[in-house]
């Protein structure tokens, strides 16, 4: 009997996913508990998401995904630690036939205990892991939360970055709903107790031209409600939503307004000038929030993020105000590491560069390219030796084994090349990290990355060191295919 999913329509509304029978419509079944896995599940949203899919779904089986080991005391839900970065990882913690994903991960908090490279590279990386995975499980709707996008198309890179993210998964072909917020109002999320923090820390506050950009903030609840209800739901599949809280309004009335709900007078005074650098360091300085947050973040707040009417989830928010929003949530400020609590345990080191790719090439010629490339660039310094699925970096032409990589034929493929790092002098013994090529984007791009690498070195000069000649080596390289690209262009247009 062949099984084919579908939704049973009671009264004009989606009653619960089913699978019938080549004899629809007698052979209604109700289908099993649905698996559902979490990216991003210790998250704001993944935390607060949990039990409202309970709700919903009271059989389901949840698989939340962490970077740190958590317990839960509903037997529904099983953490498991995950390192998104690892295809092999995210494999091993997922179950088969997936019937519904949410994937809540924005990597603006650190990975490592140096982290070279763009959130934005890093989140294509992320999303192009956890797409391959639920692809080959067979999923039946992924959900993906991402940011409102400028009307005029100008855009900063962390909104660059969200809609790549929707572009990885749409070249996958997967059955997705995408829906886009601005701000987002509640006790824990990460831009809002920057907003507070400004308001309850600056009596006077002197607000460049960023704070009069206006944006649509929306409240946790209708976050939350509008992704539990288009769960495994068909109407919603392939569509994009905005999400609305309440009316939009310009930055500084949200300060205002703010101010009011807390009680705090507060003085504003409007300056002509836009100020990303100075307003990027004074906010993170008062609020005590990481750079890596406040910066994109601001650079962002120069172009209006609005909620578009016709693509609302639910347009009856629009008749709400910001302070209809602020009488349902606790305006209490949190310690700023609280938000962004993770540390390695490791002195690791993590770097993804973006490198153009050559048309018609793939992740095996890069790595053959590089391994080729490598020696000529450093010449006379380095020797590099093939050896099987060994790749040997030698010093002077002697046996001083400065790198050994292991070439992963059962994880590599044409587009994925995986080589761990084995040994060598500046290799530390705990040392479990792999070298990546990616292709990424429809082939435009390849991702040359450095997971879990541990340097033998002492960590102050590896970090003066070695880590700069790492980066320069690897940006001299992508010079390289870029020059490549070029010719191989030239010669398609002749």
């Not at 960023?210 to 992704?227: F, G």
């Not at 153009?356 to 992740?363: E, F, G, I, Q, T």
């Amino acid at each position: 009997m062949s099984r084919l999913y579908k939704y049973v329509i009671i009264r004009n509304q989606i009653h619960s996913l089913c699978w019938i029978s080549d004899t629809y419509p007698e052979g209604i079944v109700l289908l099993e508990a649905p698996k559902i896995v979490i990216a991003g599940a210790s998250g704001y949203i993944g935390r607060a998401i949990i039990p409202k899919l309970l709700e919903r779904f009271p059989n389901a089986e949840i698989t939340a995904l962490s970077r740190s080991a958590k317990k839960s005391d509903d037997l529904r839900v099983k953490w498991k630690v995950c390192d998104l970065f690892s295809h092999h990882s995210l494999e091993t913690v997922i179950p088969s036939k997936v019937d519904l994903a949410f994937y809540l991960v924005h990597s603006m908090g650190p990975t490592a205990h140096l982290d070279q490279g763009s959130f934005a590279d890093y989140d294509l990386l992320l999303a192009d892991n956890f797409a391959r995975v639920i692809r080959k499980q067979g999923i039946q709707h992924l959900i993906y939360l991402g940011g409102l996008i400028p009307k005029n198309g100008s855009m900063s890179l962390h909104l660059k970055s969200r809609l790549e993210v929707e572009e990885t998964f749409a070249l996958y072909r997967l059955p997705i709903t995408v829906f886009r917020a601005g701000l987002i109002v509640g006790e824990n999320g990460s831009s809002f107790q920057i907003l507070l923090k400004l308001v309850k820390r600056i009596p006077i506050m002197i607000c460049p031209n960023w704070t009069q950009t206006l944006t649509t903030p929306v409240d946790l609840s209708t976050v939350l409600s509008a992704l539990v209800s288009a769960s495994l739901n068909p109407l919603h599949l392939q569509k994009t939503y905005d999400l609305a809280g309440c009316k939009p309004l310009t930055y500084i009335n949200m300060m205002r307004e703010t101010a009011s709900q807390m009680g705090k007078k507060r003085f504003f005074f409007t300056i002509p000038f836009f100020t990303p650098t100075l307003s990027r360091l004074w906010v993170s300085l008062i609020t005590n929030s990481p750079k890596n947050l406040v910066y994109p973040l601001i650079q962002s707040l120069q172009h209006p993020m609005v909620a578009r009417d016709c693509h609302l989830y639910d347009d009856e928010s629009l008749k709400r105000s910001y302070s209809d929003l602020l009488k349902n949530t606790v305006l209490k400020t949190q310690p700023g590491k609280a938000l962004f609590h993770f540390q390695p345990s490791r002195k690791t080191v993590r770097s993804v560069q973006r490198l153009v790719l050559p048309h018609s090439k793939n992740a095996e010629w890069i790595k053959f390219r590089y391994l080729e490339w490598l020696p000529r660039f450093l010449k006379p310094f380095i020797k590099v030796n093939l050896d099987g699925n060994f790749v040997v970096f030698s010093v002077f032409k002697r046996n001083w084994i400065m790198l050994q990589l292991e070439f992963s034929s059962s994880c590599s493929d044409i587009d994925t090349q995986i080589l761990y790092i084995i040994k060598g002098l500046i290799v530390a013994e705990n040392n479990r990290g792999r070298l990546e090529f990616r292709v990424v984007l429809n082939r435009r791009y390849v991702i040359a990355a450095i997971h879990d690498y541990c340097p033998a070195l002492p960590w102050f000069i590896y970090q003066q060191i070695q880590a700069r000649i790492h980066l320069f080596v690897m940006r001299s390289f992508g010079k390289e295919l870029e020059l490549n690209f070029k010719d191989s262009s030239d010669s398609l247009n002749l």
